[in-house]
């Protein structure tokens, strides 16, 4: 997990307002608990998909504030955002080993496409 995190800083997160503020639909949103930020997430256009489609990337809450419904308020924010913008579909890409998150987005509405 480091060597993510580690590749995450050297790219879109080395500087979170030009990937995510300045890219035309694209946005980034921050969680506070107790003045505290512990969760974020992005929204990106995804330049591999049509003009309609967008990316959720980043999705994370800290370990220490989870099953506060922080992660689902993040993602409806998301959502809104998305479909003032036009987006249509959003994708997004996540690993077997986080079982949790999984099921999480799969009650939000969002299926499984492929797995590897």
């Known amino acids: 997990m480091t060597w ?3 590749s995450c800083l050297q790219t879109d997160l ?8 300045y890219n035309k ?3 980034m949103w921050v969680a ?6 512990v969760g974020m997430v992005g929204l990106v256009h995804s330049e591999n998909h049509p003009e309609e489609v967008a990316e959720l990337q980043r999705m994370s809450v800290s370990s220490s504030v989870r099953r ?3 992660a689902r308020k ?5 959502l809104e955002f998305a479909r003032e913008y036009g987006y249509r579909k959003i994708i997004l890409t996540t690993s ?6 999984r099921t999480m987005y799969r009650k939000l509405g969002f299926q499984v496409v492929r797995e590897y």
């Open 4 to 6: 993510y995190i580690n």
């Open 14 to 21: 080395f500087d979170i307002e030009k990937s995510y503020m």
């Open 25 to 27: 639909g694209s946005c």
């Open 32 to 37: 506070e608990y107790d003045s505290n930020v």
């Open 68 to 70: 506060k419904g922080i």
């Open 74 to 78: 993040l993602i409806f924010e998301l």
């Open 96 to 101: 077997i080993l986080q079982p949790v998150a």
